[in-house]
């Protein structure tokens, strides 16, 4: 039985033994503590940072903004919430949603149960407890019953190895490590390396203020434009009015983003008609682009019709002949198969007469020196350099924590060979241990906001459901987790994304198996139903018990 124990106060000692600790305060942990709070849980959440925001507090580079409308960017859980609070522009910039979550943290008076500047650096499940010790950078111990891992999917920034980075004399910033002071470019010499949707919300606002801008881009990507623009209360006004049904819609769209979804295929329709859909979404912009014709991401020929037509756009925009021909994405990348780009303004930045385009892959970086970086055939004299070059994605902020589950196992020796788990929510040999948007769910490929909410309501529902069953235990099986595993790899298998190689993928350290798809692709609807499917059969597929099976046989056999 979980048992109630004190409420957790900043500072008290009490806080040392909760329910449920929650690690991270982002968009996630701040609403896994709110939801297990209300069902009767002690919770406590710890964040590594000074402030809470996760995403929204580490990327403050300029242009950042979200790619899904604000609209729908935000918690549905709260319908006075929800009709509060006031967005201004169709995709709010980063400060914006900082401020909202913010808000949200103090209108709930969330804030009291997390503990800033927290790093944890290990979990250990104990058996004889049934129960996981925390363990904090400072070296405190935390024990709980349940451990919430709200560490995020894109919160591990990467920045590569490049000889003699170390000796650089000027400014390494990277997007997703931004100082919170923010960084003025003007008049300086800059290099931005990477062009995925950090490096191009990013590249347009640099170009303004700096010297030069040199980017070194390894792979050309497709993008469409935002069309950002400020929204009108009539627009705010239809939103509101209809929150609650527009809200479960969403719940069950393919991607848990309400778009104007083609019903045509691409295949049965004229090339004159395709063109004019596809330029009709252009004009509207968003990444509604890729919704034009149902079959955009299941047939080759209608994802090549998108793709050709963001190349013709590119080749329209971009005047310098050899920085077009760089930045067009290969006819042999699909769209998709890595998250599209929403930009403003991208591609016409290298108009610009103060920014270059280096192709790294035919001109490599050889290294970075006291003043600058050299590629093969140039060196750049430079003030500052930008990594836009992404994260150790899904898994990489789990696998910094040292996290051992029953008899020791450590979850970084189980994934070796890449991540597996049941539902995209817990793994077999650690118990009482849950993922919020982890491998094998739906996650970033998807509205975030809907995949987070689906998980911390499935989470809650079913530590309530032991609870009133009296349960205290709960582990999936290995055959659940494995056959849950090939069957979002199979699903992947008719989608563009095994045909690129994107961070989407996760493989053998060694590579020495083929890489595998990380993620369910089979969409959040059909995902939802499958997890309230195995909550209302009473969770097959899981091991559920007062405490750690094996010590219930001991304790019958004593
Ligand atoms: P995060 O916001 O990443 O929060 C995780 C928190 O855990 C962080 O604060 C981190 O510091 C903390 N943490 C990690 N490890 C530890 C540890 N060991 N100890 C203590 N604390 C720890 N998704 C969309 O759907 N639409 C968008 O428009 C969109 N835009 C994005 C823009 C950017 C620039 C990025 C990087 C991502 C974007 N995403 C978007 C994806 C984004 O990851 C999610 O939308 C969402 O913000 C994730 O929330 P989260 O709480 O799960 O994780
Ligand atoms: P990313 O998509 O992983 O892009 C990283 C970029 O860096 C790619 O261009 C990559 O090239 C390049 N790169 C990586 N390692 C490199 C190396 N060693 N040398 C040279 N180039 C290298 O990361 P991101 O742009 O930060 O975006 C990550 C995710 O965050 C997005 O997919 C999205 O989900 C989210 N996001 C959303 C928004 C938004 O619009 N709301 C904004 C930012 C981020 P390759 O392509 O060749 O690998």
């Known amino acids: 039985m979980i048992k109630k124990s004190q409420a957790t106060e900043e500072g008290s000692d009490s806080e040392l033994n909760v329910d449920a600790i929650i690690i991270g305060a982002g968009f996630a942990g701040l609403l896994a503590l709110y939801k297990l709070r209300q069902a009767g849980l002690t919770v406590l959440a710890l964040e590594a940072s000074d402030s809470i925001g996760g995403v929204w507090n580490w990327n403050r580079y300029p242009g950042a903004r979200c790619d899904v409308e604000s ?36 209108r709930f008076d969330l804030n009291r149960h997390v503990r800033l500047n927290t790093r944890v650096v290990s979990a250990t499940y104990k058996e004889h407890e049934n129960a996981w010790k925390i363990q904090t950078h400072e070296g405190r111990e935390i024990r709980a019953r349940f451990c919430i891992m709200a560490t995020g999917c894109l919160s591990a920034a990467r920045i590569p190895e490049f000889p003699g980075k170390d000796r650089f004399k000027g400014d390494i910033l990277h997007t997703g490590h931004w100082p919170k002071s923010g960084y003025d470019f003007t008049g300086k010499n800059v290099a931005v390396i990477g062009t995925g949707s950090s490096g191009i919300q990013a590249i347009p606002m640099i170009a303004r203020t700096a010297r030069s801008l040199t ?38 769209a393919p991607s848990g983003t309400l778009y104007e979804f083609g019903e ?26 890729l919704r034009a014709f149902s079959d955009i991401s299941s047939s080759p020929i209608a994802n090549k019709a998108a793709g050709d037509f963001i190349r013709a756009k590119i080749a329209d925009i971009v005047q310098d002949p050899e920085k077009r021909r760089l930045l067009t994405p290969a006819i042999t990348l699909p769209v998709g198969s890595k998250r599209i780009c929403v930009d403003t303004g991208y591609f016409e930045t290298f108009n610009r007469s ?40 899904i898994v990489g902020s789990l696998m910094k924590i040292d996290i051992k589950g029953i008899a020791g196992r450590t979850l970084k020796g189980k994934w070796k060979n890449g991540p597996g788990t049941y539902l995209g929510l817990m793994v077999a040999g650690f118990p009482n241990l849950f993922l919020v948007t982890g491998p094998g769910s739906p996650s970033v490929l998807t509205n975030m906001m809907v995949s987070i909410e689906q998980h911390i309501e499935w989470i809650t529902a079913c530590l309530q459901t032991m609870r009133q069953q009296g349960k205290n235990y709960i582990e999936p ?59 209302q059969q009473n969770y097959p597929g899981f091991k559920i018990c007062d405490r750690h099976p094996v010590l219930d046989v001991a304790a019958d056999l004593s």
């Open 354 to 393: 103060n920014v270059d385009l280096i192709d790294i892959r035919d001109d490599p970086i050889k290294g970075i020196e006291e003043n600058g970086l050299s590629t093969q055939k140039r060196k750049l004299d430079l003030d500052c350099i930008v990594f836009a070059t992404g994260f150790d994605v």
């Open 71 to 106: 609209m729908q960017y935000s918690y549905s859980f709260s319908e006075e919430l929800q009709q509060e609070w006031e967005w201004s522009e169709r995709y709010a910039t980063q400060p914006e949603i900082l401020r909202y979550i913010e808000h949200v943290a103090d």
């Open 215 to 252: 980017v070194l881009q390894r792979t050309a990507t497709y993008s469409v434009p935002a069309r950002n623009r400020m929204l009108d209360e009539a627009e705010k006004r239809a939103w509101k009015d209809n929150y609650a049904q527009l809200r479960e819609t969403a719940r069950y």
């Open 264 to 289: 045509r295929t691409a295949e049965e329709t004229s090339l004159q008609e395709q063109a004019a859909e596809f330029e009709k979404r252009w004009t509207k912009g968003g990444p509604g682009f």
């Open 477 to 535: 099986e290995e055959a659940a987790e494995s056959k849950w595993m090939d069957d979002a790899n199979s699903l992947a298998e008719t989608m563009p994304f095994l045909r690129a190689n994107s961070w989407y993928m996760a493989g053998p350290e060694s590579g020495s198996s083929p890489r595998r798809f990380m993620l369910y692709s089979g969409g959040v609807g059909t995902y939802r139903e499958i997890c309230d499917r195995v909550a």
